[in-house]
């Protein structure tokens, strides 16, 4: 967890008129800019061209399936907490063509040759964000065998951070020791503050490229004020955050808990439908689907986003092994908190709650994990539950 | 594959609209295409040239509502090898199956001046209640390229990639945002199977339920929701009544809001 500022690191001074510049050296470097941005009813990320494009003066609400947007007394830019998508679309995305190949007088002429991915630079990436990038990093390239579209999309990427002033109701980074400031895992980290008709950019340089781009940015050194003006929002931040979860005896109490009758309970509600899945930054499950056309000539093999909470996922010779809703949901959550951390030794979840809007029941993962917690399985009933 | 003889293809149309069929000839550019890998032997909507039985597939639309085409699509599936039923009519009884929620006589002696004319069954019944089928194309129209990929994958000996999960996969995937959370549209999705590319949900509508039933429906918590966002029970029942009332787990749940 980070709710202060790297003491010992320079912290420099953006002035928001002067923002525009970091959009012009970004792209004049080649990359593509992804970051926030309006679209239908929400804070989405897609590629931007410019600041202009920037949620100015928005703000969410979000509760158990519920999310709103509201509008700032201020400019802020980045005045609102996580959205609805996360970045992982860019880096492994939900339709992925593997190959294609074609059948010739010789025989199949295989075309894995795609076009090399955008560099990106990802504007907005929140601490949680960051940490489920780690995760996905672990998944895709830490192992034995790199992904390497993942490796591709992922080597050149730059990352500028924002630290979060604002916290939505479903966050619980705290408790999942990532969040609500960047510790690192960024190349620059923008910390907002608007002070009356003050605006500016408290900057802490993670990278030497970093280094570089700010160097082409107006910039100048931090002030002990200005230092102080961003520690207090972060620790505010870090406060306003109410969802808490006891992670210490978490995977011991879960793994525990496989004949629990919450599980039964909790799928009378669940609907199966995937979301929380789709929306999680480190849900990492794909399918591989075969395509023909019709004369067999072409063929196409495609990687495609799967969820745990669908029936063919876990369909062995025959049947499925999770066929009950309860099977499924326990999957998720046990995989999340408790064997995430056997396969990479760290939760698989970064606490960014967006499982908690997105879910159509407004089902509440910390609500799930509390009870269990404070409701757990003697060891003498589990058989018998 | 080349030496392999062309498979005959029939399309027989049931109680229904045609439209289904249509996504056939609706394949414009792929038509020639399905033409060249298939003969096309019995599509009266296409050709009147009819070759008989019988036939390596047969595409069956709509929905049994007469002791005639009762008989007759056993006659179908005896001359079938493989039966694929194609569109809700066929598949959960079709927008026509709302008469079997009340009783057919009080319609019959309203819409016909001689009712004693016409010979009807009380309730409009999916095929698979009378025969086997192979496979289902859900859809109120069925989605084209759903059809291609059936029939490319019959040709090609492969799996058919037709997912029976919820819509809501296929929405998120596509980056939509859900319009039920963020705007509080009473939508299907978490229940409806995937497949029309969650079209409504794309264009700021709630589902419909066009595909019908995914493949584990909780539709009872679905309506719980669906209360929480202000919707009367009168509202609920006629969302789960359109074009597949007879889908087992939506005429379950709307009768249950029924009573
Ligand atoms: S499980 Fe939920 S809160 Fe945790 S990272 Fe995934 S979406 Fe976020
Ligand atoms: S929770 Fe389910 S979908 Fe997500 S990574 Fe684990 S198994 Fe895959
Ligand atoms: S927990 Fe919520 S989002 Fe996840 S499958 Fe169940 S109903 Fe859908
Ligand atoms: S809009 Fe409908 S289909 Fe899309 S995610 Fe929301 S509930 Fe599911």
Redesign the interface.
């Known amino acids: 967890m980070n709710s202060n500022l790297n003491a010992n690191k320079d912290l420099h001074i953006v002035r928001r008129e002067d923002l525009p510049q970091l959009f012009n050296i970004l792209i004049k470097d080649g990359h593509q800019i992804v970051g926030p941005t309006l679209?239908?009813?929400?804070i989405?990320l897609d590629v931007l061209e410019g600041v202009a494009e920037l949620p100015l003066g928005w703000t969410d609400e979000q509760d158990k399936?519920?999310?709103?947007l509201v509008k700032r007394k201020d400019e802020a830019l980045f005045g609102y907490s996580c959205g609805?998508?996360t970045w992982k679309?860019f880096l492994f995305p939900?339709?992925h063509i593997l190959f294609k190949a074609d059948k010739t007088r010789h025989g199949w002429r295989i075309d894995a040759g795609e076009n090399a991915p955008p560099k990106f630079a990802f504007l907005g990436m929140r601490a949680c964000d960051i940490h489920a990038l780690t995760e996905l990093d672990k998944v895709f390239i830490a192992g034995e065998y790199q992904d390497s579209a993942y490796l591709e999309r992922r080597e050149n990427i730059f990352i500028i951070s924002i630290n979060c002033s604002v916290v939505g109701n479903n966050c619980f980074c705290t408790s999942m020791g990532s969040g609500p400031g960047a510790a690192s895992g960024y190349d620059l980290a923008l910390t907002e503050i608007i002070d009356g008709d003050l605006h500016y950019y408290l900057i802490e340089v993670g990278s030497e490229k970093g280094e570089e781009v700010l160097g082409e940015i107006k910039h100048r050194t931090a002030s002990q004020e200005e230092i102080r003006k961003g520690n207090e929002l972060l620790t505010a931040a870090a406060q306003a955050i109410s969802l808490k979860v006891d992670t210490e005896k978490l995977p011991k109490i879960l793994k525990k808990s496989v004949e629990h009758p919450r599980w039964k309970e909790i799928a009378?509600?669940?609907?199966?439908?995937?979301?929380c899945t789709?929306?999680c930054p480190t849900c990492f499950c794909s399918t591989v689907?075969?395509?023909?056309?019709?004369?067999?000539s072409q063929a196409s093999r495609l990687r495609?986003?799967d969820?745990c909470?669908?029936?063919?996922y876990s369909y062995i010779h025959g049947g499925s092994v999770r066929y009950s809703?309860e099977a499924r949901y326990r999957q998720w959550m046990m995989h999340k908190f408790a064997s995430w951390i056997d396969q990479f030794g760290s939760f698989g979840c970064v606490g960014c709650g967006r499982c908690i809007?997105?879910c159509?029941?407004?089902i509440d993962v910390t609500e799930e994990l509390r009870f269990f917690c404070q409701n757990p399985l003697l060891d003498t009933t589990a058989k018998s539950a | 594959m080349a030496a392999r003889k062309k498979p005959k293809l029939a399309v027989w149309k049931f109680a229904s609209c045609d439209g289904c069929q249509l996504s056939l000839l609706d394949c414009e550019d792929e038509l020639l295409e399905v033409a060249g890998v298939i003969e096309i032997a019995n599509f009266p909507e296409a050709s009147r040239a009819v070759k008989r039985g019988p036939y390596d597939i047969s595409l069956v639309e709509g929905s049994i509502t007469t002791p005639h085409d009762a008989m007759r699509i056993q006659k179908v599936r005896r001359m079938s090898k493989l039966l694929i039923t194609i569109g809700a009519c066929a598949t959960g009884g079709g927008i026509q199956a709302l008469r079997n929620f009340k009783d057919i006589k009080d319609f019959v002696s309203i819409v016909y001046a001689r009712p004693d004319y016409i010979e009807t069954l009380t309730k409009s019944t999916p095929i698979d209640d009378h025969v086997f089928v192979d496979c289902e194309l859900r859809g109120c129209p069925i989605n084209k390229y759903q059809l291609l990929e059936v029939i490319s994958a019959l040709l090609n000996d492969r799996k058919p990639n037709i997912p029976k999960y919820s819509v809501c996969m296929e929405c998120k995937q596509k980056g939509n945002v859900c319009v039920m959370v963020s705007k509080g549209i009473p939508c299907l999705g978490p229940v409806t199977q995937v497949g029309c590319d969650a079209l409504c949900p794309s264009y700021q509508r709630g589902c419909f339920g066009c595909f019908g039933p995914m493949e584990t429906p909780n539709t009872i918590s679905m309506s719980e929701r669906f209360g929480e966002l202000g919707i009367k029970a009168d509202d609920i029942i006629r969302t789960y009544r359109t074009y597949n009332s007879y889908s087992e787990s939506f005429r379950r749940e709307s009768e249950a809001y029924e009573r």
């Open positions: 679209r239908d009813g929400a989405v399936a519920r999310y709103r609805p998508q679309k939900p339709d009378s509600r669940c609907l199966t439908c995937g979301n789709m929306v689907q075969d395509y023909t056309d019709l004369r067999g495609k986003w969820s909470f669908n029936i063919e809703s809007t997105w159509p029941a407004g």
